[in-house]
């Protein structure tokens, strides 16, 4: 009998292996110094979400399993996200800590470094990794909506949200270095902490955690309360018309 948790565990711990690898295995470290290329992490993340979109959904995102458990209106659909949150998390963090370490023993002891900017202050780090994560995970819930009919072809739709990535990249690179994702903040800082033993490596942790966490309840709630009241104003405006129509067949008739 096939465990269909386990599969979308090891699905979540692939894809978040894959995505945190496409950046650890692709910067080049340097005196200390570190650079890689966006189209490469972008590259790694499309491989990622298309293998397992059809296993887990592919998240490979603790902010994105959050986001989706936070727009989800079903009370049904709600508890059964909300019965495999952790398992999903976990499974997130556990790949990207394996990319890091693996990382780190391919470059002798190399682990990509992130933190804010030396001269962003944290505040300010943290308000651009709020806004960052929220345009990634609000492009991922309106691609989704059936409503918004964006795309429905799978490599499309997973372009579209890819997109939707480096948007979110190139918002808050220049200030947090733009993790938007609490399993790559954590892997990173993790593993960086395994390698140095200092535990200053973790101080900018917080910001990788709480960012995206509030990024998602961002997203969830522009969704809801604004995204979503459009098409529900639309359908209404269209329910309303149509009694009118019928109101003015109905007069014809007995007039």
Not at 119 to 139: K, N, P
Not at 241 to 255: A, F, G, P
């Amino acid at each position: 009998m096939v465990n269909i948790a386990g599969m979308k565990m090891f699905s979540e711990f692939l894809g978040t292996f894959i995505l945190a690898a496409s950046i650890e295995f692709i910067t080049v470290y340097d005196q200390g110094s570190q650079s890689n290329l966006l189209f490469a992490i972008l590259a790694g993340f499309f491989i990622a979400v298309t293998l397992t979109r059809e296993i887990s959904g592919g998240h490979i995102n603790p902010g994105v399993t959050l986001t989706v458990y936070f727009a989800e209106t079903d009370e049904k659909e709600k508890l059964e996200k909300g019965n495999t949150l952790w398992m999903y998390i976990v499974s997130q963090v556990a790949g990207a800590i394996s990319a890091g370490i693996f990382g780190m023993i391919l470059y002798n002891e190399n682990i990509f470094k992130m933190m804010p900017h030396p001269q962003t202050s944290q505040a300010e780090a943290l308000v651009m990794e709020i806004l960052g994560s929220a345009l990634f995970y609000t492009i991922i819930l309106v691609q989704g909506d059936k409503d918004a009919k964006l795309c429905n072809d799978k490599t499309v739709s997973t372009l579209v949200i890819t997109a939707g990535l480096a948007g979110g990249i190139a918002l808050a690179a220049n200030t947090s270095t733009a993790s938007i994702n609490p399993a790559l903040g954590f892997g990173f800082n993790f593993g960086r902490l395994l390698t140095t033993g200092k535990i200053e490596e973790c101080r900018s942790l917080w910001l990788y955690i709480l960012g995206p966490v509030a990024g998602a309840y961002t997203a969830s709630y522009f969704y809801l309360n604004i995204f979503r009241n459009f098409f529900e104003l639309q359908k209404n405006d269209e329910n309303n018309r149509k009694l009118i129509q019928m109101d003015e067949n109905l007069n014809d008739i007995l007039s």
